[in-house]
């Protein structure tokens, strides 16, 4: 409100002029906001029939994941992601989309909410699904989101879903697994063999012991269903007649080193700075 006040005092009234030195404003504090680090955000969904999609739209504190803007913004581009399929996160950029008075693309209106609410804003990531599989998704809260392209029963991968959200497999099957992150576990598992001091061939066994073990533990089908650590998540689909071909688990900020602020230090700097002017 102060800043429209502001540019119809400095237009002398005129709305014309006042809307466009406004919106060059709020471009200017955009664009001095762009560098800040957004760690913090949401993650939602759009589905429709056998299309949709999942998107994780972050900014810089917890507070503004609760504003009405923001997560109008941030549900608006899951249903654009799922409906325009944009290439990556600068076509989704220029899909057209208006909202509080900005547009006429998601673009501008991500800009425009920068100016408006005073912080950083971004779309990190998104998953469209569209071919031709059923669709669960389920979010946990704000903070994390599980799309399941599955064929069968719907509660089956609804559950999947959740399971997925409190136990964040990162494959469908041992064999799925990243080839960085076996290489990572082998390299852990060789270092712990070689401080026991085991003969070679003990090491070894000890060595691939371990990395089958985190490939089970890491393997969804692998896994023990949450809702029935007698049965893995694999059994409990074969009951219920129910295939899962794909999921995808977004977790908000995750990845994303945040900047952890010192204030005692930062007080210090500025006493010690205060003084050395003085």
Same mark, same amino acid.
């Given at each position: 409100?102060?800043?429209?006040?502001?540019?119809?005092?400095?237009?002398?009234?005129?709305?014309?002029?006042?809307?466009?030195?406004?919106?060059?404003?709020?471009?200017?504090?955009?664009?001095?906001?762009?560098?800040?680090?957004?760690?913090?955000?949401?993650?939602?969904?759009?589905?429709?029939?056998?299309?949709?999609?999942?998107?994780?739209?972050?900014?810089?504190?917890?507070?503004?994941?609760?504003?009405?803007?923001?997560?109008?913004?941030?549900? *608006?581009? $899951?249903?654009?992601?799922?409906?325009?399929? @944009? /290439? !990556?996160? +600068? &076509?989704?950029?220029?899909?057209?989309?208006? %909202?509080?008075?900005?547009?006429?693309?998601?673009?501008?209106?991500?800009?425009?909410?920068?100016?408006?609410?005073?912080?950083?804003?971004?779309?990190?990531?998104?998953?469209?699904?569209?071919?031709?599989?059923?669709?669960?998704?389920?979010?946990?809260?704000?903070?994390?989101?599980?799309?399941?392209?599955?064929?069968?029963?719907?509660?089956?991968?609804?559950?999947?879903?959740?399971?997925?959200?409190?136990?964040?497999?990162?494959?469908?099957?041992?064999?799925?697994?990243?080839?960085?992150?076996?290489?990572?576990?082998?390299?852990? *598992?060789? $270092?712990?063999?070689?401080?026991?001091?085991? @003969? /070679? !061939?003990? +090491? &070894?066994?000890?060595?691939?012991?371990?990395? %089958?073990?985190?490939?089970?533990?890491?393997?969804?089908?692998?896994?023990?269903?949450?809702?029935?650590?007698?049965?893995?998540?694999?059994?409990?689909?074969?009951?219920?007649?129910?295939?899962?071909?794909?999921?995808?688990?977004?977790?908000?900020?995750?990845?994303?080193?945040?900047?952890?602020?010192?204030?005692?230090?930062?007080?210090?700097?500025?006493?010690?700075?205060?003084?050395?002017?003085?």
């Amino acid at each position: 409100m102060m800043e429209c006040k502001k540019a119809l005092t400095e237009a002398d009234g005129d709305m014309a002029k006042a809307e466009e030195l406004l919106r060059v404003k709020l471009g200017t504090k955009a664009g001095k906001a762009a560098s800040r680090v957004t760690a913090e955000g949401v993650v939602t969904s759009f589905v429709e029939g056998n299309t949709g999609a999942m998107i994780e739209v972050n900014c810089e504190t917890d507070f503004v994941t609760k504003n009405d803007s923001f997560l109008a913004l941030a549900n *608006a581009a $899951a249903q654009l992601v799922a409906k325009h399929n @944009p /290439a !990556d996160v +600068a &076509a989704l950029g220029e899909l057209p989309y208006s %909202q509080d008075g900005f547009g006429p693309t998601l673009e501008e209106v991500r800009k425009g909410l920068i100016g408006k609410i005073g912080e950083n804003m971004s779309f990190r990531r998104f998953k469209r699904a569209a071919g031709g599989a059923q669709l669960a998704t389920y979010l946990h809260g704000t903070r994390i989101g599980v799309l399941v392209e599955f064929e069968g029963q719907e509660q089956a991968a609804k559950d999947v879903a959740m399971h997925v959200a409190a136990m964040k497999p990162v494959a469908l099957t041992s064999a799925d697994v990243p080839a960085d992150l076996i290489e990572k576990e082998r390299s852990v *598992a060789t $270092a712990k063999a070689a401080e026991s001091g085991k @003969p /070679a !061939d003990i +090491a &070894a066994k000890m060595i691939d012991g371990s990395v %089958q073990k985190y490939l089970k533990e890491v393997s969804l089908f692998n896994q023990p269903f949450v809702k029935n650590d007698k049965q893995t998540v694999e059994q409990m689909l074969k009951a219920n007649s129910t295939t899962v071909k794909a999921f995808t688990l977004f977790v908000v900020g995750e990845g994303i080193e945040k900047k952890v602020d010192d204030f005692a230090a930062e007080v210090a700097a500025q006493v010690a700075a205060a003084q050395a002017a003085a």
